[in-house]
């Protein structure tokens, strides 16, 4: 799914107004109808609804969600903020049909002193401003916002469009927006919705469909996407059916150190149930009895050291010659010993490969910083914030947080990918995607080995990096819902993450 800019949003309004052709009223009553219908299935009509309207089209929707909600029977007072004295033609149509059918339901505010006493119960709608927001609000509207937020805790708060006061293109951080308990939006994902800063903005985010033109949906290019189940379909690979356990390569885990040896388990259990061919894992020698006992159809290789591993970028006489491995997967649990962070060194020179990078080796080339550019063309990295701020350096907000990102994949030609509610995967040719899939309850120890084996297996597997990334943090996050909803966001761990993959290959 696509993630358009306001002025591509207005660019496909405009294109639906003439191609369909449908007039730009109408497309307004589709996406109020749009909202009034959800607001039927959530709330009785015994509630009391405060509809707070700016003076352009998102104050225009909330007009014809009044007069919707009062067709129904319920009970609902549209609140027309006059912040300009010039309203949107549409807003002044529906404000005349407002007043012709229901007039005692309109109450003006001129000032921050005709904000009125909402009874209890009340449901706030803020159709103040939408997608045509330009820049910080100010002066009274400002603190009209803040108004809306004190009743927050009291009343539910439903966004339409956009909270009022977010920029659907760019940071609001430290910009008054109203904090919505859910935001009924039209059509499309907007970027803003993505960044962590807005999740206490947003709330819960309803897509709702309002039949914007198809064609334009699909010829026009965006930089940003939202992956769907949609897209797995066309990146997932049944398996041949004259396959081999050589059809599915041979993949290298890297992973584990003393006291962090479950990190190489759970990867390794994973990498296992995403399909691999063959599962090699190179872990220290405390590791290996572990290793042996917890995943039987893994291969073990040892290191010389006890606590830590120092030479896994030598092949040794028992085992295949590193090029041979079809994906290596390597950080989970590693610790960044110096003998450790040497072997990576080298291993980098060895390996020109595509691979997966994750926890203690990020940590590792963060501390040595010039191993980046060593990164082999098309690999994976899979840091959270914290690493990711130790690798790359801290930003002012998400919007700059994911430029640096975007742009460090093009520079380095990796892909990276950013954990979070919405993981951020940033490509080489400058596409960001963002996965759809996953819940808190992932916000576990554990919950990224368990990635990490995913993507070795995808990658071992013969999908191309960009297939293996997207379609990898799909799964996770889908085998992660599916374990939330068998026995609740607090009681999964990351080996209920692991145990859900079957269900969610199924569900492909
Ligand atoms: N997406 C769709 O297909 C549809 C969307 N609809 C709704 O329309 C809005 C967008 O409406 P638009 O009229 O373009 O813009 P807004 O209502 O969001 O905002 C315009 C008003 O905001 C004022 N403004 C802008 N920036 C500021 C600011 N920084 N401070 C204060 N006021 C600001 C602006 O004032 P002017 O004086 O400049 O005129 C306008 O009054 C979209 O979000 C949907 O809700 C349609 O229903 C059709 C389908
Ligand atoms: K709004």
């Keep these: 799914m696509k993630i358009f800019t306001a002025t591509q949003i207005r660019e496909a309004d405009a294109y639906t107004i003439q191609h369909e052709p449908v007039s730009s009223l109408q497309l307004m009553e589709r996406a109020a109808n749009a909202c009034a219908q959800w607001l039927f299935r959530h709330f009785e009509a015994d509630r009391p609804f405060y509809i707070f309207c700016g003076m352009g089209n998102n104050g225009g ?57 909402l009874p209890a119960g009340s449901i706030v709608i803020d159709a103040l401003f939408g997608t045509g927001l330009r820049s910080a609000v100010e002066g009274w509207m400002a603190g009209l916002i803040h108004r809306i937020n004190d009743l927050q805790a009291r009343h539910t708060v439903i966004a339409i469009d956009l909270p009022s006061g977010l920029l659907a293109d760019a940071s609001s951080a430290r910009m008054p927006v109203v904090n919505a308990h859910h935001t009924l939006s039209f059509e499309v994902y907007k970027l803003a919705f993505m960044m962590p800063e807005n999740a206490a903005r947003v709330g ?20 940003f996407h939202v992956t769907d189940a949609h897209m797995m379909r066309t990146i997932y690979q049944p398996r041949q059916p004259f396959a081999h356990k050589g059809t599915y390569g041979h993949a290298l885990l890297i992973a584990g150190s003393y006291g962090k040896i479950g990190a190489a388990v759970l990867s390794a259990k994973a990498c296992l149930h995403s399909g691999v061919g063959l599962l090699t894992c190179y872990v220290p020698q405390c590791g290996y009895q572990i290793m042996q006992i917890s995943a039987p159809a893994a291969m073990c290789i040892t290191d010389p050291q006890e606590t830590h591993s120092s030479h896994f970028h030598e092949t040794q006489p028992h085992t295949p010659a590193l090029h041979q491995f079809r994906a290596i997967g390597i950080g989970p649990g590693l610790g960044t010993a110096t003998p450790t962070a040497k072997a990576l060194e080298l291993l980098l020179d060895q390996y020109r490969q595509p691979m997966v990078i994750d926890a203690d080796a990020l940590n590792i080339i963060a501390a040595y910083p010039f191993l980046l550019s060593r990164i082999p063309h098309g690999s994976v990295l899979t840091p959270h914030p914290k690493e990711f701020e130790r690798l790359f350096g801290s930003t002012e907000n998400d919007f700059a947080r994911l430029e640096l990102l ?43 080995d368990v990635l990490t084996g995913i993507l070795t297996a995808l990658l071992a597997q013969g999908y191309a990096p960009k297939a293996a990334v997207l379609l990898g943090a799909y799964l996770h996050g889908l085998a992660g819902d599916i374990a939330a909803a068998r026995m609740s966001q607090e009681a999964m761990t990351a080996e209920s993450i692991i145990d859900c993959l079957g269900p969610a290959f199924l569900q492909l």
Excluded at 79 to 108: F, G, V, W
Excluded at 204 to 223: F, K, S
Aim: aromatic share 8%.
């Design 406 to 448: 975007s742009e460090q994949a093009i520079n380095l030609q990796l892909y990276l990918l950013l954990k979070g509610r919405f993981t951020a995967i940033a490509c080489p040719d400058g596409s960001v995607y963002f996965n759809s899939t996953g819940n808190p309850g992932m916000a576990t120890g554990g919950s990224g």
């Design 61 to 117: 929707d909330g007009l014809v969600i009044t007069r919707l909600l009062h067709d129904k029977g319920y009970n609902a007072t549209a609140c027309i903020i006059h912040h300009s004295t010039k309203a949107s033609p549409d807003h002044t149509a529906n404000r005349e049909a407002l007043e012709q059918q229901y007039p005692q339901s309109i109450y003006d505010i001129h000032a921050l002193a005709d904000f009125p006493t």
């Design 204 to 223: 819960q985010l309803h897509i709702l469909p309002i039949g914007l033109h198809p064609d334009y949906m699909a010829r026009t290019p965006t930089r």
